[in-house]
């Protein structure tokens, strides 16, 4: 089925804010783990067009590292909104099973 | 030679994001293409994300005091009103109507700023007798002008940039008494300082007053004739051309001065005084609203400009056509109008954001 481009912005956001509730991962784990998760294989521009947005929103917060795979964390903001976002997508996906299991 | 698409892609981006993530986004390109994943594809995507990032901005430097935070805060925030007001108050210095039209002993005073196709027909009238104002009704003896559809549309520009002026006084306003209080208390032991905080009411007390200045000026029209391809074409300007230059330009300078002054002022308060977080938070949430109108601005007035430069020829008959004083200089104040857009939204966005999640509590382990 082809998947719609609504929203895919915003997918991408909880995609990485789910794969780093895990644990601090650097881009290319970030890559593998969303693929893993989802299915979708996300290129490096997608992933750091929202990295760099999430960054400078202090949801993630770069480490530091010994070579240029440099690892992001989730911050106490962060794990906030990621919470708040699935809380409410949870609420919303539980409405419309149910509203698809009446039909 | 072969043509290192990722390498282009990634010069494409802006330096400071070249600077902070180039080698890291290269590093991860060059694992994610030894997968077998399409070369065009990858460089596709960090294309898309160059223009994206060019649209956004720099991380701001956390390594600044909270003083200075502030200075940026409120010099980011009165950026888009300093550069909105004196180009509200060029548009609203003079105007020109021409038309085929000949009104006999009277004249229209037409008002395209208002959004109705009919504007000049539902308007009140002035006739100008042996020099003499008198206000009619448009039940009067009087030759109705129409309007073309590019007029109508600089008209609906000219009444949106109107609004959204008024818009962004009105948040500069708030702004300002949602900071006083705090500036003031903090600010009691110097004397220029407890000044300094009123210049804002000043800067709108002597705007106000110019407007209505300007305005009182503008009821002494001067109608005359000129040819244009040959044809008589009525005109009229609200104001004898060099006292309309005088009234305009000195709006212009003394509207931009006082403004610029309690906008520096403000800063410099700012700088000084140190804002808890709760009462910065006003000033950031309006100063982001202002940023929303700015972009709107823009949209505004390219519509009005658009519209006066598609406006017919003088003599065609039955149409009025108006021109407006320094209208020459749109693509100026278009340039400042989209630099503040990008500078408001980027730096008062941002700082905002980075403020309002810095006071929520950490709970990540």
């Known amino acids: 089925m082809a998947r719609s481009k609504i929203g895919r912005t915003q997918d991408a956001t909880i995609l990485v804010l789910t794969s780093l509730a895990e644990g601090p991962k650097h881009g290319y784990a970030l890559i593998k783990d969303i693929e893993a998760m989802s299915g979708e294989a996300m290129g490096p521009g997608t992933l750091y067009g929202v990295l760099v947005r999430l960054e400078q929103e202090g949801l993630v917060e770069p480490l530091e590292s010994e070579d240029r795979r440099r690892p992001y964390r989730l911050t106490g903001a962060g794990a906030v909104v990621l919470r708040e976002r699935l809380e409410a997508t949870t609420r919303v996906a539980k409405i419309g099973l149910r509203r698809l299991g009446a039909m | ?365």
């Open chain 2, 1 to 365: 030679m072969r043509i290192d698409l990722v390498r282009i892609a990634l010069a494409m981006h802006p330096r400071w994001w070249r600077r902070r993530y180039a080698d890291e986004v290269a590093t991860i390109t060059a694992d994610v293409l030894e997968e077998g994943r399409s070369r065009w594809l990858v460089a596709g995507g960090l294309a898309i994300d160059a223009l994206r990032q060019w649209a956004r901005g720099p991380v701001p430097d956390l390594t600044h005091s909270p003083a200075i935070r502030r200075q940026v805060v409120a010099s980011a925030a009165a950026l888009p009103i300093a550069l909105v007001i004196p180009l509200v108050l060029y548009t609203t210095s003079y105007q020109s109507y021409r038309s085929a039209l000949w009104f006999q002993s009277g004249a229209l005073l037409p008002s395209p700023s208002w959004p109705s196709p009919h504007a000049f027909d539902h308007r009140a009238i002035k006739m100008i007798t042996n020099g003499t104002n008198t206000t009619m009704t448009p039940s009067g003896p009087i030759v109705h002008g129409s309007m073309s559809w590019p007029t109508y549309m600089s008209g609906i520009g000219y009444f949106l940039i109107t609004v959204l002026a008024l818009v962004s006084l009105l948040g500069l306003l708030t702004v300002w008494s949602s900071m006083r209080g705090a500036l003031r208390h903090r600010s009691r032991h110097s004397r220029t300082r407890r000044f300094l905080v009123w210049s804002p009411a000043i800067a709108m007390v002597a705007i106000t007053g110019l407007y209505l200045w300007s305005n009182y000026l503008s009821q002494q029209q001067k109608p005359s004739f000129v040819t244009v391809h040959g044809r008589p074409v009525f005109s009229m300007t609200v104001l004898h051309p060099l006292l309309a230059r005088m009234v305009s330009d000195s709006n212009v300078t003394l509207g931009l001065g006082t403004l610029v002054g309690s906008i520096v002022a403000m800063a410099f308060l700012a700088s000084r005084v140190e804002l808890s977080a709760d009462e910065a938070r006003v000033p950031l949430g309006l100063s982001r609203m202002i940023g929303r109108i700015v972009p709107l601005m823009t949209v505004a007035y390219s519509l009005w400009v658009l519209g006066l430069r598609l406006q017919g020829d003088p003599s065609s008959r039955g149409q009025v056509i108006v021109s407006y004083a320094h209208s020459g200089w749109w693509p100026l104040a278009l340039v400042c109008l989209v630099f503040s857009s990008v500078v408001s939204v980027r730096a008062i966005g941002t700082e905002s954001h980075r403020l309002q999640h810095q006071m929520l509590p950490i709970t990540h382990g």
